[in-house]
Each structure stands twice: as C-alpha cells, then as structure tokens.
C-alpha cells in the first residue's frame, strides 16, 4: 500500500478532518490573492494581491509532491475559487492520475446560489475530491455573508457526507451573530482577546493592539504557535516532522509552513525530502527559532543585522514576525514571499 492509499483508507474509516488531525496536512497554496482581506491572516491575503496562480500543470506536479509526503492534501488559498477554471483544469488533470486533493478549502465567498454550489461541489466530487473545508468567523463575515457559508455547509454536507465537512458545527444563528462583530469594536476586542490569532502577517498589522503586550523576554510572553509545540520556549514542534502542522508549496515553489519562513524551493527540494533530512534543519534561520524561539531569532538580528529590538510585543509569533520582516531585506529567498509581509 503506498501512501496515498494509506491516507484514503483512513478518510474512508473516519472521515477528512479526523485523519487530517491524525496525519496532519500538506497544501497547495494556489494563490494570495484572495476575494476577502481577512483581519486574522497570517498569509497575508487580499483581492489586491499580484494575480499570480499556479498553473493547471504546476498545481499537479505539487499535488504529486504533496501525496508523497503520506498527510491530508488539500488545495488551499487565497481563495482557490477566485480561479475557478484554472482549478477545475487542475483537477481534470489530477483526476486520472491518481492525484486529487482529499479536500478544498474556501471561504464560500463563491456561493452565490444552491444552483452554482451544487455544481461547484459536484464537479469536485466527480473528480475524486473527498471533502471540503469551509470557514467561518467574524473575520470572514466582515466579507461575506453568513448564508453563504451555510449553504456551502448544507450542501457540502449532502454531496461528500457529513463525515468530509471540514469546518465549524455551530448553529446557524450563531454564524449569522459572526457579521455584527467586526463591526463593534468592544466585541471585536473581546473577540480577539478571547480567540487569539497567530500574530503574523494582516493578523499582526490588524489586532495586535487588542492584545496585551509584554517585554520581549518576558517569561510570561504568550508563546501561541500553530500547535506544534512551543511551551518550551522554543519553536521546534512547529518544524519537526512528527509536529508540523502543516507544509505548503505556493504558486512561486517556495515550500514553507505556517508562515513566511521558506524552507526550501522545488524542484531543489521536496516536502518529503524535508520531512526526512528535518524542516527544522533547513536553514541557520529556522534553527535559531527551533534552539531559542521567537526572542533567539531576534537576537540573531540583533547581533548580526542591527536589528532594534521592540520594547514591547503581544506574542511570541510577533517578536518572530518582527525581526523576520527585519531580515526580510537580508535574505528574501528565506523570508518571504512578499505578500505574507506586504502591508
């Protein structure tokens, strides 16, 4: 059995996003630009992003890529549905090859109507896709509305099995309470304080003065991360293979995680390439931030670059995405691409 199937078996038994929790995931990221300019992402998407897409050919040599790695692949965005034909194209490809995405994900701005919708979906089913992750939230909710969501969730739920629906339970009404939030900004600053984002990219520009701040090295200085595993100070369970969450290649090649920081470029290297030598060996960047976390990259630039230090910092991730946008000037081929930290 190779891994593919191994993978496949798994979402037959449970489900898209139980073995996703189980094998982790690897990503398409098909695009930054995106029809919303969400306040919390760390990737920095927005419609007024450079128009650059993989390509029906590209998309298909990284979803090759990506099933070599034995997680959940998906194909992700930006708004992959912005580009729908080129999509479709893509998984006309993938399909006979034994390629599709176990899932794509999408934040329904799309579904204008049960007719498209259903289309939509039943295009991606027909060529072997097996679910779909939606989101929502009151930072998407800024941009759409609530009903698309819901109909993506009812009908998505009808096409692939409630098992395959890769996204929020919640009641309808309280999807529908999501649109007022944003709008308020005491319940905005609530919102923030009490689901903290990742401070990176719009996320960090956008929220961060909803949040407490800290000295940098502050012991107390909320560490966050993706779940990988930073309680220790450090950022090694973000980058070890066993603990990474999740590997991307994006439409200019870079592979990188979650986010900013590029591991490595194909066809130079691939994810499983990099999960076998060890992401968090990829480069003297990656191993200063898995050795002493977000406040020993710091003090790299720091010490090697002028880096001037913040007085104060709201997490962890911050201070990382501080000094990285720093370095960013040193070593774009590392930090980047430009869109994660355009403003």
Avoid at 73 to 79: L, S
Avoid at 242 to 248: F, P, Q, V
Avoid at 315 to 325: D, K, N, S
């Amino acid at each position: 059995m190779n891994r593919r199937e191994a993978v496949d078996r798994m979402i037959d038994a449970v489900g898209v996003p139980k073995a996703s929790a189980a094998c982790k995931v690897a990503a398409v990221l098909f695009s930054y630009r995106c029809t919303m300019a969400c306040r919390h992402c760390c990737f920095g998407c927005a419609g007024d992003r450079p128009a650059v897409v993989m390509s029906p050919r590209q998309c298909l040599d990284a979803l090759a890529l990506l099933h070599e790695t034995g997680r959940v692949v998906h194909i992700a965005g930006g708004e992959c549905m912005l580009f729908w034909d080129a999509l479709a194209e893509s998984l006309d490809l993938a399909a006979p090859a034994g390629l599709a995405p176990h899932f794509i994900e999408t934040n329904c701005s799309f579904a204008t109507s049960d007719g498209l919708t259903l289309d939509r979906l039943r295009h991606l089913a027909a060529r072997g896709v097996r679910g779909l992750l939606a989101s929502a939230d009151p930072y998407h909710q800024e941009f759409a509305p609530a009903e698309r969501f819901l109909r993506v969730r009812r009908l998505a739920r009808q096409v692939f099995g409630e098992q395959n629906f890769y996204g929020t339970g919640e009641p309808d009404e309280v999807i529908r309470g999501f649109e007022g939030i944003v709008r308020d900004e005491a319940r905005l600053r609530d919102y923030v304080r009490s689901h903290p984002p990742v401070m990176v990219g719009t996320a960090h520009r956008q929220l961060s003065r909803y949040l407490d701040d800290y000295r940098p090295d502050d012991p107390q200085l909320p560490a966050r991360g993706w779940g990988g595993g930073v309680g220790d100070g450090t950022c090694a369970g973000e980058f070890r293979a066993g603990t990474i969450w999740e590997l991307h290649i994006d439409p200019y090649g870079n592979v990188q995680t979650n986010c900013g920081m590029v591991l490595g470029v194909v066809p130079h290297v691939t994810p499983a390439g990099l999960l076998a030598a060890g992401p968090e060996r990829a480069n003297r960047f990656v191993e200063a931030v898995c050795r002493a976390g977000p406040l020993g990259l710091a003090r790299l630039a720091e010490r090697e670059y002028g880096f001037v230090l913040p007085d104060r910092v709201t997490q962890g991730c911050e201070l990382c995405f501080r000094a990285r946008t720093f370095l960013r000037a040193h070593h774009p081929d590392v930090f980047g691409p430009a869109e994660v930290y355009a403003d």
